[in-house]
């Protein structure tokens, strides 16, 4: 198995070298903030009767490769709804934080009339192509000509825990930044957060992702990408973004 994310150790998560950027090599991966968020409101709140229907990432401050801590709160608890959020630091302050949105699952409706199609392209079938510049920690499909993507994790976030799929969808949701924003010269924005909304949970170890809308003005952009596994489409994700002087390119 390849080496985790990060290391548990005393409260705190200590980041591997792998665990950077591709703004940065010395920069903390804002991805790697929400499958921390994630796994600590599914430890600490999750429930076999309950769905993480919303999960909100914001990514307010860019760390160095510091050792990460986060702390939980219970907002909400009812009888139907969950509220919780989670609050992500380092020894320079707080960067990063969640908020997540419990549902009880229950009987679907009948004559139930689904808007979102499955899209048409069938799972990998074999390795990444090799990439150029920043090679990502993970395994990475962009569909040629087309703001699509497959993308599986490979290696465990801590130490060697077992991905969720709650965790997953939450390590990939970061991508929507770069899938709506891409152009020819580059991403030229960094995202600010990102929102998670979830119909049911990933079923496999492939997410795949296609960006279905995008507007920009005046140096701040916000998009949308529909999220997919092997049995279909499961839930969106929406992102907000600032202009970055330092394109990145892929």
Not at 200 to 207: H, K, S, V
Not at 222 to 246: E, I, K, M, S, Y
Request: one cysteine or more; glycine letters at 10%; charged letters at 20%.
């Amino acid at each position: 198995m390849t080496s985790a994310f990060f290391t548990s150790r005393g409260g705190e998560f200590v980041p591997a070298a792998h665990a950077h950027s591709p703004w940065s090599p010395g920069m903390l991966h804002g991805r790697l903030l929400g499958g921390l968020a994630a796994r600590a409101i599914e430890a600490r709140y999750g429930d076999p009767g309950l769905h993480v229907a919303r999960l909100t990432v914001d990514l307010f401050r860019n760390s160095p490769l510091l050792p990460v801590t986060v702390e939980t709160a219970l907002v909400r608890d009812g009888r139907r709804i969950r509220v919780a959020d989670a609050t992500l630091r380092t020894e320079q302050g707080v960067i990063g934080r969640a908020g997540a949105v419990l549902l009880r699952t229950g009987e679907q409706p009948e004559n139930e009339q689904p808007l979102t199609a499955p899209w048409d392209e069938t799972p990998p079938d074999g390795p990444p192509p090799s990439a150029q510049g920043w090679k990502p920690p993970f395994e990475m499909w962009w569909m040629p000509g087309q703001r699509r993507m497959w993308m599986r994790e490979d290696r465990p976030l801590v130490d060697d825990e077992k991905l969720t799929p709650i965790v997953r969808a939450a390590l990939a949701g970061d991508f929507a930044s770069p899938l709506t924003a891409m152009a020819d010269g580059g991403v030229a924005f960094i995202n600010a957060d990102y929102t998670l909304t979830l119909a049911r949970m990933p079923e496999g170890e492939l997410i795949g992702m296609e960006a279905t809308g995008r507007v920009a003005a005046e140096g701040v952009s916000t998009g949308q990408v529909t999220l997919h596994d092997t049995a279909g489409p499961f839930g969106f994700c929406v992102v907000t973004a600032l202009a970055n002087p330092v394109p990145l390119r892929g």
